[in-house]
């Protein structure tokens, strides 16, 4: 339960590194929802996975990349670039990368808010590579 006004800055460093590889810096948290910032290194491919009982909301800053999402048979490869949004539903398997010469960031906000590692379930990429781990 969140009581009051939140505010704060960005850090300058990584506070956690997300069930898909990539680098998360926490910004605020409320009841029904939460908001991150998120960057995929240059030349990076995540993880791909699924998320059990949360949905998301993705907004690109910076850099150029390629986002995968399969929904049972419904699938699509989508290019990002700074001003783009897009959403994840709950249970959609997906995985994404940079294209581009600078990290690709973005805010991600969570709903619910994020619960846990537990959340993300490992699931096959779109994309193979040694830096998805696949």
């Known amino acids: 339960m969140v009581d009051g006004f939140v505010s704060m800055r960005l850090g300058a460093g990584v506070d956690e590194v997300a069930p898909d590889g990539s680098e998360i810096r926490l ?23 699924r998320h059990r009982t949360v949905e998301e909301i993705w907004y690109v800053l910076r850099g150029r990349g390629e986002v995968w999402r399969r929904m049972g048979e419904v699938e699509e490869v989508v290019p990002v670039e700074p001003g783009m949004s897009l959403v994840v539903p709950v249970g959609t398997c997906f ?15 969570t709903m619910p808010p994020w619960p846990g590692e537990d959340e993300a379930e490992r699931v096959p990429g779109y994309w193979l590579g040694v830096n998805s781990g696949q």
């Open 95 to 109: 995985q994404f990368r940079t294209t581009g010469v600078e990290p690709l960031r973005l805010i991600i906000v």
């Open 27 to 49: 910004l605020p948290c409320v009841n029904g929802g939460s908001m991150v910032h998120c960057t995929l290194p240059v030349g990076r491919v995540s993880l791909a996975v």
